[in-house]
């Protein structure tokens, strides 16, 4: 395990103090760049002016005129602005953008998942979390903020075979490449999609708003995997998510680091369930989170590994 190096415990208690969000990133703590920040904000944190607008946001309406504004020539003007302002790492990504829209859901060719198959390997890049031995009436979303599986699923009785199990929470920052991955060879069920709102996904909001993984529109679907049993992924959308796109169909067999899904312009959300003693969780991540910090991850870098390899 690596040695944590804090920045400074001073500008990390200030930052507390401003409820700025924090992150964990390859051994330093640091604050995260957010699009729109003062946005977010005064919509879930301004009594007076927040709900009217929140109520405007999360409907699907806006999202719609929103992802048109990103499929047309001109938002290609954005790209280089949004590059540079957020850093956005953009290794491995060859070619010109018509549009934003073609940006966001940009490809990469440099991904790479773990050659060893008892090693779980990310299915996509954003800000990690992982929760062990979860009781699905009572998940944790963010602090003071709980969920139910029985809910999220849809499915009261898939939920009850998750009990004791391990949820792997991954939010994809407007900044990060939008593609899901297959993360073991295995066969797909068929998505189900469930009607929902689309609030944002960021932790300025789901502490905010009850139950919101559970209001969002989402797509839940299933892989019996070769290494770590029947795992459940659900999709969440989020504010200017309107889509998500599936490249499979129900049935179908799918290997390691095949590409999955992609979602339109947008933060998103992916929640992974494993079965009781079917994952061994990265120890780092794992003492991250139980002290509130979500870890940034790469494409195909480790989650962990399955019970029957725990020393890989």
Known sequence: MKRIKLKSKNKLKRNNKQDDVIIYNNGQYE????????????IYGNPVCGPPMLFLVKRKLVSRLYGRYCRTRSSARRIPKFIKKYRVDMTG??????????????????????EKQGVLGSPCEGLVSINTGIEPENLIAAKDSVFSL?????????????????M???RLTPTNYHRMHFFDDGVVGAPKFIKG???SVNPLAVGRIAR???RNKRAVFSVST??????????????????????????????????ASYFLPGGSLVLMFF?????VPDGEILAQTEKGFESKISAGEPLGTNFENPEI
């Open 197 to 199: 709102h689309l609030y």
């Open 226 to 259: 070769e290494n770590f049993g029947d795992v459940i992924l659900v999709e969440v959308g989020a504010t200017f998510v309107g889509s998500i796109v599936h490249c499979f169909e129900g049935g179908q067999t799918v290997s390691r680091g095949q590409q």
């Open 212 to 214: 919101l993984y559970c």
């Open 93 to 114: 990504c060859e070619g010109t953008y018509r549009s934003f829209a073609d940006f966001f859901a940009r490809e990469k060719n440099n991904l790479s998942f773990p």
């Open 168 to 170: 792997v929470r991954l």
């Open 275 to 279: 079965k009781k003693d079917t994952l």
């Open 150 to 166: 029985p809910e999220l699923f849809g499915d009261g009785r898939l939920a009850e075979e998750y009990r004791g199990g391990t």
């Open 31 to 42: 604050k995260e760049f957010i699009p729109a920040e003062k946005g977010m904000r005064l």
